[in-house]
């Protein structure tokens, strides 16, 4: 099973940015597709981003894109979301997450194997 730790968040005014990291360890990298997640209080886990194996594609919903962005380092075993122009409903927790054997990407949580503890990030108005 692959391990990830999260870092990188923390509280930012509206208009700003974060970059949240993750970093695997356990399993071969270069085999798995990663996605990040959010939950906010009271609310069901929300995919926010994708991307392959191989970084050759990558998915967003629209509550998102064109926002954030996505990517990967396959040698240092990482993956990071640039978050721009966050909004106060941003606001969540947010989980790095892990697929095998990475042929797609899928935004149903329960599509993923492992997963990150979170890092808070809060966007206030």
């Known amino acids: 099973q692959v391990q990830l730790v999260e870092s990188g968040g923390g509280l930012v005014q509206a208009g700003g940015s974060l970059r949240l990291s993750c970093t695997a360890s356990?399993?071969?990298?270069?085999?798995?597709?990663m996605a990040w997640f959010r939950q906010a209080s009271g609310k069901e886990r929300e995919f926010v981003a994708g991307i392959t194996w191989n970084g050759d594609s990558t998915h967003y919903p629209d509550s998102v894109k064109g926002r954030f962005t996505i990517s990967r380092d396959n040698a240092k075993n990482t993956v990071n979301l640039q978050m721009n122009s966050l909004k106060p409903e941003d606001t969540a927790v947010y989980y790095c997450?892990?697929?095998?054997?990475?042929?797609?990407?899928?935004?149903?949580?329960?599509?993923?194997?492992?997963w990150g503890q979170g890092t808070q990030v809060t966007v206030s108005s």
């Open positions: 356990g399993r071969q990298f270069s085999s798995i597709n």
């Open positions: 997450a892990a697929d095998w054997p990475g042929s797609r990407i899928h935004i149903d949580y329960y599509e993923y194997d492992s």
